[in-house]
């Protein structure tokens, strides 16, 4: 091995070691939105499919799982399906999902192609179309796919950056509806 190699091995050993010491859980929490903090209200959505335009104030009693997602996302799509099954499951015990679908691309702000979207990947909850961003900032969020999770009172109190923890987000949904701990998830029921 040449120096030149040495020396670029230990240059990107460094930058990554900078980088989980400044961003060291980037993936799992959310960015500038605190847990336990009175959750944003939808407020600035262009539209609204599969639902009126909703609020958080008409959500009051209700657990909610805010899921932000952009239709050309490889991981929001690996995502839906969980998200599907937590819906598909607690829905009739008082989980409302929304969808916030903020375009990462300009293609994505096309309406007639994200309703084409919601109706392909079967998304029969409410989603909410952010294509200012002004529900994105107001949640301080960075990344796609989020979840945020609020309780009966408006609070947010649990996020996931990104795929996986499936099963721990689903014990969250448990336990804000008053469910004992199951054998069986939501995510099992995919596999």
Same mark, same amino acid.
């Given at each position: 091995?040449?120096?030149?190699?040495?020396?670029?091995?230990?240059?990107?050993?460094?930058?990554?070691?900078?980088?989980?010491?400044?961003?060291?859980?980037?993936?799992?929490t959310?960015?500038?939105?605190?847990?336990?903090?009175?959750?944003?209200?939808?407020?600035? %959505?262009?539209?609204?499919?599969?639902?009126?335009? /909703?609020? #958080?104030?008409?959500?009051? !009693?209700? +657990? =909610?799982?805010v899921?932000?997602?952009?239709?050309e996302?490889?991981?929001?799509?690996?995502?839906?399906?969980?998200?599907?099954?937590?819906?598909?499951?607690?829905?009739?015990?008082?989980?409302?999902?929304?969808g916030?679908?903020?375009?990462?691309?300009?293609?994505?702000?096309?309406?007639a192609?994200?309703?084409?979207?919601?109706?392909?990947?079967?998304?029969?909850?409410?989603?909410?179309?952010?294509?200012?961003?002004?529900?994105?900032? %107001?949640?301080?969020?960075?990344?796609?796919?989020? /979840?945020? #999770?609020?309780?009966?009172? !408006?609070? +947010? =109190?649990?996020?996931?950056?990104?795929?996986g923890?499936?099963?721990?987000?689903?014990?969250?949904?448990?336990?804000?509806?008053?469910?004992?701990p199951?054998d069986?998830?939501?995510?099992?029921?995919?596999?």
């Amino acid at each position: 091995m040449t120096f030149s190699r040495i020396a670029i091995a230990v240059a990107v050993a460094a930058l990554g070691s900078a980088l989980l010491i400044y961003w060291p859980d980037a993936w799992t929490t959310a960015s500038a939105q605190e847990l336990h903090a009175p959750a944003p209200d939808f407020t600035g %959505a262009d539209r609204w499919y599969n639902s009126q335009p /909703l609020t #958080l104030n008409g959500l009051h !009693g209700k +657990v =909610v799982l805010v899921e932000f997602w952009t239709r050309e996302c490889i991981n929001c799509l690996h995502v839906l399906p969980h998200t599907k099954a937590l819906y598909d499951k607690y829905a009739k015990d008082g989980l409302v999902v929304v969808g916030v679908h903020t375009p990462e691309y300009e293609e994505e702000h096309d309406p007639a192609a994200l309703q084409s979207a919601i109706y392909r990947y079967q998304i029969t909850w409410p989603v909410a179309v952010d294509n200012d961003f002004r529900i994105w900032n %107001a949640y301080g969020n960075s990344f796609w796919p989020a /979840l945020y #999770l609020i309780d009966q009172n !408006g609070r +947010v =109190v649990y996020s996931h950056i990104g795929e996986g923890d499936y099963d721990q987000t689903e014990q969250h949904v448990r336990e804000l509806l008053g469910k004992a701990p199951s054998d069986t998830t939501a995510s099992q029921a995919l596999e």
